[in-house]
Structures are given as structure tokens and as C-alpha cells.
């Protein structure tokens, strides 16, 4: 019986991931590691399976980019400063978009990991106070795979489009070497590409759809046309990069509840340029620099005057402050509705 | 198809059983304490989608908070700030429920995770089993209120033959005092089986034991009710109307005229009868009376020996002086007057193996039952009875002894309760049924205490009646406190609004938290019920009684105040003759001893004669003559002889 719900799966497996939005809707697909482990043993002589009991890769301890500053264009002020937020705080975020993704190893070919990944993303709308989903959440199941060492044809023979190559050449044409944590580290890296995906195809189809402000977990300037939206409003809650360097960097962290920085330009490498400013939603007393932190984005085609519509931005996020969205770590930074997102997919995803 | 009102859910930690289920559902959903759901399953077993039948006994909600202390941070410890949160958080209802039936009903399986749907009316029958005993052929069914849930009323019945008998049978109802939900029930609940009783199980007949108050005294005068009360009526096939057919008895205030009931309005003294009885009827019952340290084994035997061979004999013994015939307390007091000094003349100490210590003693006991008993027990042996051989089908008997004394109560229920028994062994009762209700079961048969002689009867009732058709409907306000053998042989038992230490008692433990709460807040016209057919407790709303309450009937009905003799007498004539006038009751009675006059009035009533005031009048002796008195023959003065010298 698995197998032959499996085969049917896998058909429409790939008939999802010849469509634009590939990774959606592949629910009902070897939608849990189990089934996706059995699949692969009995399909690929060699595979061997992981024993289990790992914690998903997202949680073991790797190296990541140190923290570190960049000085960043000032886009209102010459010089960054300090600015309070002025007027009440106001409730006219509309909806609330987020993502997650899990990664585990499922089997091993040799030495060379086949990582089970599980992305998704999900609009919570706020209607009348209470968070509802908009539409119906993205969520992709498939297997990465170093396909340059691993049986590339008996793969994707078996997965299809459902399989994905972790070891594409780069523009030089060279490959990843076969280093097991390197292949770890690169097929989370990809299961991230995909939730990203899934979450700017989301963003991008509300912005199209509804045009409301919508709060966006993490920056925005990966898609381009959400990049260019007035409804999209980037919430970057982590700070290995800070955009301030001096005494810019002074300001920033010296910012006091309810108060925002200047506005910025920021273009990281790859991405679309948007506006930016740091604004700090609680107070920091008896905490840490960054505590109540947060690092805004906003297209950077402006609709009126920046500093009326920082402003504005900054009070629509002072006012997503309540409820708490403990206990959640980060309920310092993230709004409820960010949580409300988190939560819904981690309930339906696993 | 209806939308699903919820969906079951289960974990590891708080896995599904065969017996109970988790479900959560829409915050606005109508779900509530005692609400009827049922689970269609997802996956077929042995070629059927399982549907399971559940009662909510529990609920919880609860938000995404850890802790509450971040609700407090996040309102920076203002509670006014939580009208600015722009949203609220996420909350979830979530509700335990009792299975109640699965269908089909083997395998037995846990509940299956599924969708919820609010019971229709149809389920609702499926669920607590009414479709077996409501069948067109074979209805058994009586109503016993209505279940109401989202906007959907469905009539509840219970089944006569687990009500009556011979399944099962009695009926015990809790409940707190004060709020009337008990005489209430039970009054509705007549009502109800006098409607619906099925034909082919014979007929039913209520005696009704009045233990306080007027609460049953106005049994055939109608209430006001509302249209929402007759709705009920319509909806569960009862008619809207009291009792039709209610005969009232009550024992005599110690006047011996007057009755001790508060029912005693001239108004309605149409049915109400005396219950009077003379030593035949006692001495069968005298060991209710009689304390047990006073009657021993040797008092006991002649207490015997006087019930067997002196009763309503013809007497004689060397002793005596004469041949006697104890009918009466007054020919029993003669009997013994005559024996004791026959004894004392001879100096004798035994009487037929009888010590004469012992003989005074019982003398001394059951000489005092008259007066113990007084306005119950008569003097001159006259007899006004409960009708027996020819109970009426429907009909509902109401003795009335909230106003007597301690003794006489007990007397009263003893030996009726023992009369019905007797004539449902020997099917001459007049029905095949009798309803026997009684109050404050605290009292009559505590779960501690000393064994009592009405206790003994209660326990009978309730362990044996069934099978005679005896049945008992019992209240109190403490079932904690009532013997458990006799609650526990009440197949059905209702609860009213309940005191919460009761709750508080093992007895209750079966119950969830939230029914016990809900038990301890149930609003007038709410009952939970248990039948033998309904695997969970059911709650249900009952109409108000179409029987005026014990506390307006007094109102509209004030009891008669007491009367002299004369008014007395009219008041109890004038039942039989309302053309009956006091000057004439003045005339009749005249001069006569108040012992003839009272036996004259016991005569009529016993006698219901269709000419009272000439039955009455005839019963009087004559004292004075109607004939003159014959003159005195006259003695002609004698002639003075002329030639008397000394005369004038």
C-alpha cells in the first residue's frame, strides 16, 4: 500500500515541480521523513538509513558568518541619528507572513548525506482582532541530495523533481567537495532558499491580491517585486550584520524605546535595494543592547516622504508590541502575529 | 450537510478511549456542559464509518501563554492597556466528552479522530438508546423533559418499563430545598406518566405522601403558566392541566372536627376526606409505635394474644365480670379495666402466663396511642380510610400529615404503604400500579441512625415493589445521607440544583468537575438525569407544573381558621348538603356530649349518605322524650266534713 501512495504521490510530485511554484502544494507526498526514508531504501540499493534521534539540522551547532558591521547610505539624514516615533502607536498591519523549514538526514549513500527538508510559509490575516490564514500556506517536502556523489539517475528515477542537486557547479563550474558537514551545511542552505521562495511567492501574491500592509518576517529585498511594493514591511529581528559603523553604530544601539534611526539604503549582494532603520520596540533597562531591536525594511520606492512614512511604518510596528509574543525567545522583537505564523506551520508541517 | 462543529483530537498524553474523547471547536461554538455530539469517523471498520455518540462533561480553554506573568508584561502590569492589543491571542476550546454509544457497536474501539456535529434530534434518540423502547409497536416512552442545545429541542424520555417496573423501577430525586425543583419534578413527572403510560401495562394510580408545608395540597387547581411552559407541554404531549382526579385525606386536628390540613378551605373540602382509624387498624401497626425498649418479648406476646384472640371477638374469661367485645380504644380500655380487677379481687399475679405487671404495662402503651395519635386514632373504633379495592386509574391519593404529630406520620405511611403492598400481592387494589411519593427521605430512611419500622418499608418498596408494581418516587435534599439501599435501587434518578458539600461526598466522584458544577448552579426547571438506558448523565429542562404551588394555593386558599363546634360540624355536612344551614346544625346538636356528636359527624362522613343531614340527625340517641309526660293522676282534695269543729 505505501508504495503504491507513494507512486501516486511522486507523480504529482513532479507535475507540482514543473510548475512555477514548485514547492507548493506538494502536500500528500511522502509528507513525513518516515515515508520518504522507507521510499528511498526500497528504491535505491546502497542507501542506508539514518538511525534517527538527531535533532534537526537547524539546531546543530555549525559555523555561521561572524557578526559584524557595514556602514550603510544615509537615505534621510546625512548623518544617522536618533528620531522619536511621534503620534500613538496604530494597528493597520493587515496581515502577518512568516516561514519555517526542518531539515533531517534520512540515509546515508557512503558518506554522502540525503537530507529529508520540510519548508514552509503562511499568511496569518488579522480579521476582526483574531489571526485567521489567508489562502492556503505553502509547504514543500523534498530530499537534497549531493547528486555529483550519489546516483544521480537511480535518484531521480526514483524522487523526480521531488529530489534536489546540492552539488550544482558554481559559475566556475567547480563542485562542493565531498566533506559530509559541507553537504549538511549546503543542503540546509538550500532547504532555506526554498522557504524563502516560499515566502516571497506569498508575499508577492498578497501584495498583487490585497495590497494591504502586510508584516514580513526577515528582509525583503529577495523578491523583487515585493521589494518594490508599499504593502510589504520587512521585520529583520537577527543582527549579525549591523548597517552602522562609529557613531552611527552608537546611535543605533543607543536608541531608546520608541525611537527610530534614520533612514538607510541597504543592497545586500544578490538583493533588491530597500529602505531601512532600526527602531526599538521595548526598553532596554537591566538588558542587552539589541534587546527590543528591530530593523525595518520598506520599498524604496516611497509613495510620500520618507521620514512621514518611517514614521508611520514605525508606529504600525510599536503598536504589533501587544500582545507579547512570549514564550517564544524572541518576543523581545517578534510580533504576535510572526509567532502566529510560526506556530500554524510548525502545528502543520511537524 | 451541517458544517462540523468541531473535530476530535487526541495525544499521546491524552489519548482517546473507548469511553470518553477531546475535542476543541470554534470559540463561538454552541457547545456547552452536557451538550450531545457525535463523531462521524474517518476510516470504515468492517465496512462502516463508526459513529460515536458523546455528552461534554468537560471544558478548557486556554491561550498561547506559558506563563501568566507575560500576559502581565505585555500589558506593562496595566490590565486597561488590553483593549489596545491589536490582536487577541490564540485561544482554544477544547472539550472532554463521554461516550455515550458507539454505532455499531462492536468492535469496541477508541473513538476514532473525526468531525463533531451537535446532535440532531434523531442522534440524540440514538444516543442515549431511546430508539429501542420508542418504537410505533411498543412505545414505552415517558417524557421527561427537554434537551436543548444550539437552538434544538429534543424530547427526552424515560422508559415505563425501567420507570414502573418490571425492569427496573423507583425514582430518587436530590436536590437543594428552597427552590421548589423537587415536589416540582415529581408533580410533572406524574403528570407525565399519567399521559403517556402505555395502555397494555395496566393502570396507575399516585399516593403522595405530604410531608411539609402545602406543597402538594393544591394538586387540582391550576398554576399560571407561560407560553414557554405550554410550548414544553405541546412539545413533550403532556396537557397543560392538573390533576383531574385528586382525593385528599388528613387526620383530624385533637378536636376530633377540624381537619389538620392546610388544605382546609371550605372551597375545596369537596375532596378532601378524614383519615381516622380505631385500634383494628392500629394495634396490626402497634410495633411502630411502641418503643422496643418498652414491649418486650412478654409485652409482645400479649399484644399478640389481644390482636389474635380479643380483637373484634367475643371475650369471656373467668376473670372478667363480663363477656366483652373489643372493637374500639374504649373497649379495649374496658376489657383491661375489668381484667386488672378481676386479678386484684382473685390476687392473682399471672393471667394466661401473663404477669399483671406486664398487662398494665401494655395497657399503659397502647392506651397512650389515642392520645399520641390523636385526631388519627378514634376512641370509638369509627374507621375513614384510604379505598382500598377500588384505587381509580389516574388518580392521585394525597395524604396530607405535614401538620401531624411525629408518631402519627409514621403510623400513617406504615400502614399504607403496607395496605397497597398487600392488595398489589392480591391484584385487588383497584390498579395494576402504584406511584408512592415520598419527601425528605432524610428523615424516613437516613443512611445511619436506628433501624426503623418506616425505614423497613422503604427498603422493601425499593428492593421488592417492583415486581408488585409498588413503585417508590423519593426526594431529599442530601442523597449522601439517605440509606444506599434504598437510593441505590432507584433505577432513575434525577438532581436538582445541589448543595456544593454534598457534591463534595464520594458519592459524586463519577461526575466531572464541570458537571459538578454545573449540578451546583442548575436554574429552577433544570434537572440532570440517570436512567438505566443513558450510559452519562443527561441534563434536561421540565415545564413548570400545571398544579398550583403549595405557597399561592395558601394564599388563594387560606386555611380555615379553627371554629366552634357547630361551624365545625356544618363545614364537614356541607360537603354532602351545601343546603345545610348552622341554625339547623345548631338545633340538631343541641345539648348532646361532644363524644356524640363526633360520632354522629364520623358516621355521616363514613357513610357519605346521599340525605347527610337526616343520616346525621338519625345518628343522635334520644335524651329527651318526644311524648309529654303523663300527667300525674290528680288526688281530689278531701271534702271537709262540715261538722269539723276546728275549721275555719
Known amino acids: ?3 503504491v501512495r507513494s507512486a501516486e504521490g511522486l507523480t504529482e510530485d513532479r507535475a507540482i515541480a514543473a510548475d512555477p511554484g514548485a514547492l507548493t502544494g506538494a502536500v500528500g507526498t511522502l509528507r513525513s521523513a518516515h515515508a520518504a526514508q522507507r521510499h528511498l531504501l526500497r528504491a535505491i540499493p546502497g542507501v542506508r538509513a539514518a538511525t534517527g534521534g538527531e535533532s534537526p539540522l537547524e539546531r546543530q551547532p555549525r559555523d555561521t558568518e561572524l557578526p559584524h558591521v557595514i556602514d550603510a547610505e ?63 500556506p505553502s509547504i514543500s517536502h523534498r530530499i537534497y541530495a549531493p547528486l555529483a556523489y550519489a546516483p544521480r539517475a537511480a535518484l531521480e528515477g526514483a524522487l523526480g523533481a521531488m529530489v534536489e542537486d546540492t552539488t550544482r557547479p558554481a559559475p566556475d563550474g567547480t563542485i562542493a567537495p565531498p566533506h559530509p558537514t559541507l553537504l549538511l551545511e549546503r543542503a540546509t542552505l538550500a532547504v532555506s532558499r526554498d522557504r524563502e521562495r516560499l515566502e516571497l511567492a506569498l508575499a508577492e501574491q498578497w501584495c498583487a491580491s490585497r495590497g494591504e500592509p502586510i508584516m514580513i518576517d526577515g528582509g525583503i529585498g529577495a523578491n523583487e517585486a515585493v521589494a518594490r511594493s508599499s504593502c510589504a514591511v520587512g521585520v529583520v529581528k537577527s543582527h549579525r550584520t549591523l548597517y552602522a559603523e562609529g557613531d552611527a553604530l552608537s546611535v543605533v544601539l543607543g536608541l531608546a524605546r520608541g525611537e527610530r ?3 538607510i539604503r541597504v543592497a545586500p549582494r544578490g538583493r533588491s535595494e530597500v529602505l531601512s532603520w532600526y527602531l526599538r520596540l521595548r526598553d532596554t533597562a537591566g538588558r542587552d543592547a539589541l534587546w527590543g531591536l528591530v530593523r525595518v525594511e520598506m520599498s524604496a520606492n516611497v509613495p510620500t516622504e520618507i521620514t512621514a512614512r518611517a514614521d508611520e511604518l514605525s508606529r504600525w510596528l510599536l503598536a504589533e508590541s501587544a500582545p507579547l509574543a512570549a514564550p517564544d525567545p524572541r518576543w523581545d522583537r517578534m510580533a504576535y502575529g510572526i509567532r502566529s505564523a510560526e506556530e500554524f506551520l510548525r502545528a502543520t508541517t511537524g | 450537510m451541517t458544517a462540523p462543529l468541531g473535530l476530535v483530537v487526541a495525544t499521546e498524553r491524552a489519548p482517546n478511549t473507548p469511553h470518553q474523547f477531546q475535542f476543541w471547536t470554534a470559540i463561538d461554538s454552541p457547545v456547552g456542559i452536557g451538550t450531545i455530539v457525535r463523531v462521524d469517523g474517518r476510516q470504515p471498520v468492517d465496512g462502516h464509518i463508526p459513529q460515536v455518540y458523546g455528552v461534554v462533561t468537560e471544558g478548557f480553554s486556554y491561550t498561547d501563554l506559558a506563563s501568566p506573568l507575560f500576559d502581565v508584561l505585555g500589558h506593562d502590569g496595566d490590565p486597561g492597556q488590553s483593549a489596545f492589543a491589536p490582536t487577541e491571542r490564540a485561544e482554544v476550546r477544547l472539550y472532554s466528552a463521554a461516550v455515550l454509544r458507539h454505532v455499531p457497536e ?8 473525526g468531525e463533531v456535529f451537535l446532535a440532531t434530534e434523531m442522534d440524540v434518540a440514538i444516543a442515549l ?18 434537551y436543548r442545545s444550539g437552538g434544538m429541542d429534543s424530547a427526552i424520555y424515560l422508559d415505563a418499563e425501567f420507570l414502573v417496573g418490571p425492569e427496573a423501577a423507583h425514582l430518587n430525586i436530590t436536590g437543594v430545598s428552597g427552590l421548589a425543583t423537587k415536589t416540582s419534578a415529581v408533580e410533572w413527572l406524574l403528570a407525565s406518566l399519567f399521559a403517556h403510560f402505555p395502555e397494555k401495562k395496566g393502570s396507575v394510580a399516585a399516593v403522595c405522601f405530604n410531608v411539609k408545608g402545602p406543597d402538594l395540597c393544591f394538586l387540582d387547581q391550576p398554576a399560571e403558566l407561560d407560553e414557554e411552559d405550554r410550548a414544553m407541554y405541546d412539545a413533550l404531549g403532556v396537557p397543560c392541566e392538573p390533576f383531574r382526579d385528586v382525593h385528599y385525606f388528613a387526620p383530624f386536628k385533637a378536636d376530633n372536627l377540624s381537619l389538620n390540613t392546610l388544605r382546609s378551605n371550605e372551597e ?37 394474644f389481644i390482636k389474635e384472640r380479643v380483637l373484634d371477638r367475643d371475650f369471656e374469661d373467668r376473670v372478667l365480670t363480663k363477656p366483652h367485645r373489643v372493637r374500639s380504644f374504649a373497649d379495649l380500655e374496658g376489657w383491661f379495666r375489668d381484667l386488672l380487677s378481676g386479678l386484684e379481687d382473685r390476687g392473682d399475679e399471672h393471667w394466661r402466663t401473663h404477669h399483671v405487671a406486664t398487662i398494665r404495662k401494655v395497657r399503659n402503651r397502647l392506651s397512650n396511642i389515642s392520645t399520641r395519635c390523636a385526631g388519627l386514632v378514634t376512641n370509638d373504633g369509627h374507621t375513614s380510610d384510604l379505598p382500598w379495592g377500588h384505587f381509580a386509574d389516574r388518580a392521585v391519593y394525597v395524604v396530607d400529615v405535614a401538620l401531624a404529630e411525629e408518631d402519627a406520620q409514621d403510623l400513617i405511611f406504615a400502614r399504607i404503604v403496607s395496605k397497597l403492598r398487600e392488595h398489589l400481592e392480591r391484584r385487588d387494589l383497584g390498579v395494576t400500579h402504584v406511584v408512592v411519593f415520598v419527601d425528605e427521605l432524610n428523615k424516613y430512611a437516613p443512611a445511619d441512625g436506628p433501624e426503623t419500622y418506616v425505614r423497613k418499608m422503604l427498603l422493601d418498596i425499593a428492593e421488592r415493589g417492583r415486581y408488585l408494581g409498588l413503585v417508590l418516587f423519593s426526594a431529599q435534599q442530601f442523597r449522601s445521607q439517605v440509606h444506599r439501599r434504598v437510593v441505590g435501587n432507584a433505577g432513575t434518578a434525577l438532581y436538582g440544583r445541589m448543595d456544593g458539600d454534598e457534591l463534595a461526598t464520594p458519592g459524586y466522584a463519577v461526575l466531572s468537575a464541570a458537571t459538578r458544577t454545573k449540578l451546583a448552579t442548575l436554574s429552577k426547571g433544570q434537572l440532570m438525569v440517570r436512567h438505566p438506558h443513558f450510559t452519562q448523565p443527561i441534563f434536561v429542562s421540565f415545564p413548570r407544573p400545571a398544579m398550583m404551588r403549595g405557597r399561592d394555593g395558601v394564599e388563594r386558599y387560606p386555611q380555615a381558621a379553627d371554629v366552634p363546634r357547630d361551624v365545625g360540624v356544618l363545614r364537614q355536612l356541607r360537603r354532602f348538603d351545601p343546603s345545610l344551614t348552622l341554625a339547623w346544625v345548631q338545633d340538631v346538636i343541641g345539648f348532646y356530649e361532644d363524644e356524640d356528636v363526633l360520632r354522629a359527624l364520623h358516621a355521616t362522613l363514613a357513610h357519605a349518605p346521599d340525605n347527610a343531614g337526616a343520616y346525621f340527625k338519625a345518628q343522635f340517641r334520644k335524651i329527651v322524650s318526644a311524648s309529654p309526660a303523663p300527667a300525674p293522676a290528680r288526688t281530689p282534695l278531701r271534702v271537709l266534713p262540715d261538722d269539723d269543729p276546728y275549721a275555719i
Open chain 1, 74 to 136: 544615509g537615505a534621510e539624514d546625512a548623518t544617522l541619528r536618533a528620531r522619536p516615533v511621534t503620534g500613538p502607536p496604530v494597528a493597520a498591519i493587515r496581515a502577518f507572513l512568516d516561514g519555517t523549514q526542518r531539515s533531517e538526514v534520512i540515509g546515508w549513500y557512503g558518506a554522502v548525506p540525503l537530507v529529508y527538508g520540510t519548508a514552509g510559509a503562511v499568511v496569518r490575516e488579522r480579521v476582526e482582532r483574531r489571526l485567521v490564514t489567508w489562502g492556503r
Open chain 2, 106 to 113: 462492536e468492535p469496541l474501539q477508541p473513538v476514532p479522530m
Open chain 1, 1 to 3: 500500500m505505501d508504495g
Open chain 1, 261 to 263: 534611526s534614520s533612514v
Open chain 2, 129 to 146: 438508546r431511546m430508539d429501542s423502547y420508542l418504537r410505533e409497536d411498543a412505545n414505552t416512552g415517558i417524557p421527561i423533559g427537554l
Open chain 2, 268 to 304: 375545596l373540602l369537596a375532596n378532601v376526606q378524614p383519615l381516622t382509624w380505631g385500634l383494628t387498624e392500629v394495634l396490626q401497626f402497634a410495633e411502630v409505635l411502641l418503643n422496643r425498649d418498652d414491649v418486650d418479648a412478654k409485652a409482645d406476646a400479649l399484644i399478640d
